[in-house]
């Protein structure tokens, strides 16, 4: 019995070595970075561009919608139950004489779009610039605009307004922002994509 609790202790101390000498080496690797530092130069990021959605695949969605679209105006269209006169409460849209070729004068320029069903209330917003030489944009938006969805609608519209008398020609670009209720609309984590247009001085054929 004696020798057996001998090597018990002995045992026990070998034990106690072993997890003293894990610690300090556990001690050591703390103290130091687990990742040996690399530059700068290796670890950024590219920066990101938002997809456009001016050429959209068919019945492909892209972001959260399953179509969008510029156009002059829209229309308002009901679902029914299969009888004349029973509408469902989630009226339809419909993007009158989209294109994105548009007169100086028009009053306003509409992106109708159709999303998946929102669970929760969202919003959708675009703000506009104008492009200037090699693609450069205005420093601040001509426009905003926001719309807030409710949750299980799939429709809806924003509206770019004519700034002034009239549109300037030239070529535009539209951010298209997505964000929860409550959120900055039009922070740039927010932006999903863009849309292009071109004013003319007269009623172009549409493009």
């Not at 919003?123 to 938006?141: C, H, I, R, T, Y």
Request: glycine share 8%; proline share 8%.
């Amino acid at each position: 019995m004696i020798e057996i609790g001998n090597r018990g202790k002995q045992l026990l101390a070998i034990v106690l070595v072993c997890l003293s000498g894990f610690v300090c080496v556990w001690q050591d690797v703390e103290a130091r970075d687990l990742f040996a530092p690399k530059e700068q130069a290796t670890t950024e990021f590219d920066p990101t561009q938002s997809p456009s959605f001016d050429e959209q695949k068919k019945g492909i969605p892209q972001s959260l919608f399953t179509w969008i679209k510029m156009a002059k105006g829209y229309d308002i269209e009901w679902d029914t139950f299969g009888r004349k006169g029973w509408y469902t409460q989630d009226p339809r849209l419909k993007p009158v004489e989209p294109g994105s070729v548009f007169p100086r004068d028009i009053p306003a320029i509409y992106i109708v779009f159709e999303s998946a069903p929102l669970e929760d209330p969202t919003q959708f917003s675009a703000q506009w610039f104008l492009e200037g030489e090699k693609g450069v944009l205005s420093s601040v938006p001509l426009g905003k605009d926001t719309l807030e969805v409710p949750g299980h609608e799939r429709y809806g519209f924003l509206e770019l307004k004519k700034p002034g008398k009239a549109w300037d020609a030239g070529r535009y670009l539209v951010k298209i922002f997505i964000s929860p209720l409550g959120q900055q609309s039009f922070h740039a984590a927010n932006q999903v994509g863009t849309l292009q247009f071109t004013i003319v001085e007269d009623n172009a054929p549409q493009q």
